[in-house]
């Protein structure tokens, strides 16, 4: 899911990929020193920050509905990840520095986008499981440079208990379905999917039926999360605007590709109605979430970087006034998730990664 980007890593859908491809050592942009700094000056809404895992790519952390456990994806050859999968953790007993967490996935194929369903005992993901055992190839990089993310047509929604065993299908039809997530209300999934012949987002129960398409833009709908309220979503999106662009778009599409270099930040109600971009920053926008007020938008974005590999969170108000910057990574920071209660923020990031390339989990106590 992801960008302009010589980072790496699935993003909601692909973030390791986009992750590992976007990311850059801290090292390299500091003059050869590691970076160790954990909190940055001026990053004055988060306190108490503390860091879950090292050594590998882990993204998309999300929080159970009693705040107690997050779900989240790794790849780490440590762990027996070579590519992408779903684990869950207690994160109030402590971090993974030093152990494996449990194992959600069936450890084949590869996963993203994990999401705990009401009552914690169950957590939905998307897996490629039924395209094969191997993980599935990365694209060839072009000649032109430009990043490209894959949209594997295998992946499908699938839950599964706190102890890995797979309990039904959620979701499944040709081509790609992914990118899940649950309302608050616990009523409704947004999910999405290609089957219309174009990236767009739709909505069904928690049991997978009634499923009601949302969006109808031509370009790449994404990334989505519901209002504290459970009555609007907030996405990323891209939108091809001249004739090449749209040709482009199409074409990578047929090869189950998408190039997301540009994207900006969406809302509308459940039903796709009210539909309003909210930011025109250019470049890369994306990875949103609600504030625990829903009046707030929190999202990642390289708008003010100039080499197009720096990411950080901003804030923005739902019609896109009041930005403002909430991290000062040099490098990257993205996937920020509120806990249910607002009191906690999550979120993946290469501060303190000893110079690596490394994405690791950081949580902290929001400051309002």
Request: overall charge negative; proline content about 5%; aromatic content about 12%.
């Amino acid at each position: 899911m992801h960008q302009s980007l010589e980072f790496k890593s699935s993003f909601r859908f692909i973030i390791t990929l986009l992750i590992s491809s976007l990311s850059i050592s801290v090292s390299g942009q500091l003059g050869g020193k590691p970076d160790t700094t954990t909190l940055y000056q001026g990053e004055s809404h988060l306190k108490n920050i503390r860091q879950l895992t090292r050594q590998g790519d882990y993204a998309e952390a999300y929080f159970s509905f009693d705040n107690s456990m997050i779900s989240f994806q790794a790849k780490n050859p440590a762990w027996n990840a070579p590519c992408d999968q779903i684990y869950y953790f207690a994160f109030k007993d402590g971090d993974m520095l030093d152990h494996i967490p449990k194992l959600i996935s069936n450890g084949v194929g590869r996963t993203t986008c994990s999401y705990f369903l009401p009552g914690d005992t169950t957590i939905l993901y998307a897996s490629t499981r039924s395209g094969g055992d191997a993980c599935p190839p990365e694209p060839a990089h072009r000649t032109d440079g430009k990043y490209l993310w894959p949209v594997y047509a295998d992946f499908d929604i699938y839950v599964a208990d706190l102890k890995g065993h797979i309990i039904d299908t959620l979701v499944k039809s040709p081509g790609y379905d992914a990118e899940a997530t649950v309302s608050p209300k616990g009523d409704r999934i947004v999910f999405t999917s290609d089957r219309s012949g174009d990236l767009e987002l739709y909505t069904c129960d928690i049991h997978g039926k009634d499923v009601k398409q949302v969006t109808y833009g031509l370009g790449y709908d994404g990334g989505a999360f519901f209002s504290p309220d459970g009555k609007k979503l907030v996405f990323r999106a891209s939108r091809p605007q001249t004739p090449e662009e749209v040709q482009e778009y199409k074409d990578l599409l047929k090869q189950h590709l998408v190039a997301p270099v540009a994207m900006e930040i969406y809302t509308c109600n459940v039903d796709g109605t009210d539909l309003k971009q909210v930011t025109h920053l250019g470049k890369a926008n994306w990875a949103p979430y609600f504030s625990p007020s829903g009046k707030k938008i929190i999202f990642s974005s390289n708008h003010a970087g100039s080499r197009g590999f720096n990411f950080n969170l901003f804030m923005v108000n739902l019609d896109g006034t009041g930005l403002e910057q909430i991290t000062r990574d040099p490098v990257f920071d993205a996937f920020p998730m509120f806990s249910h209660d607002g009191k906690k923020l999550i979120f993946s990031s290469n501060r303190n990664n000893g110079g690596t390339h490394f994405t690791n989990l950081f949580i902290a106590d929001w400051v309002e």
